[in-house]
Nanobody, 125 residues
Framework: QVQLVESGGGLVQPGGSLRLSCVVS???????IGWFRQAPGIEREGISC????????YYADSVKGRFTISRDNAKNMVYLQMNSLKPEDTAVYYC???????????????????WGQGTQVTVSS
């Protein structure tokens, strides 16, 4: 198993940007990584996932065109660049790792073997 630690959350105005970071202990090359979020009273949502091998990606419709996932295996880092933020993006954001599955499967089925502790993102004026 790997350990994941998120950072970069905070308070931002609507229309603003944030970049979340996730540092992963262990051999990142073996793992697909996903970003998930959960708002109070709402089921956890897989918003963006990236494969371990070919950098193929999946984005939920709710963030497509605004968020970008990337990974730097040499630094054991995964990032989520979030632009054009909306109040409905307010949630706790988690990164997670999975050994198997496509990015779409990981995000849609919320399949992951390891989870970070989460970082709060609040979009408000």
């Amino acid at each position: 198993q790997v350990q994941l630690v998120e950072s970069g959350g905070g308070l931002v105005q609507p229309g603003g940007s944030l970049r979340l970071s996730c540092v992963v202990s262990g051999f990142l090359d073996d793992y697909a990584i996903g970003w998930f979020r959960q708002a109070p009273g709402i089921e956890r949502e897989g918003i963006s996932c990236i494969s371990s091998r070919d950098d193929s990606t999946y984005y939920a419709d709710s963030v497509k065109g605004r968020f970008t996932i990337s990974r730097d295996n040499a630094k054991n880092m995964v990032y989520l660049q979030m632009n054009s933020l909306k109040p409905e993006d307010t949630a706790v954001y988690y990164c997670a790792a999975a050994l198997f599955g496509t990015p779409r499967a990981m995000c849609v089925a919320r399949i992951a073997g390891s989870w970070g502790q989460g970082t709060q993102v609040t979009v408000s004026s």
